[in-house]
């Protein structure tokens, strides 16, 4: 199973951790997706899924 980079967008304790704000974790797919869910973080820009980006292709 491979890991997702999430950027937190608010403080966030993370297995026992402290992370700031703008931090960037590698979480498991699972946590990825609940931290997003909760509007806790965003997947890095080069992991967004096409369907979730902004903006049109080049």
């Avoid at 304790?13 to 700031?20: L, N, R």
């Amino acid at each position: 199973m491979s890991n997702q980079n999430v950027k937190l967008k608010k403080e966030h304790t993370h297995e026992g951790v402290k992370y700031k704000v703008d931090s960037v974790l590698s979480v498991s797919q699972a946590d990825a997706d609940w931290l997003v869910d909760n509007k806790i973080a965003d997947l890095q820009a080069d992991q967004v899924p096409e369907t979730k980006r902004e903006g049109k292709k080049a």
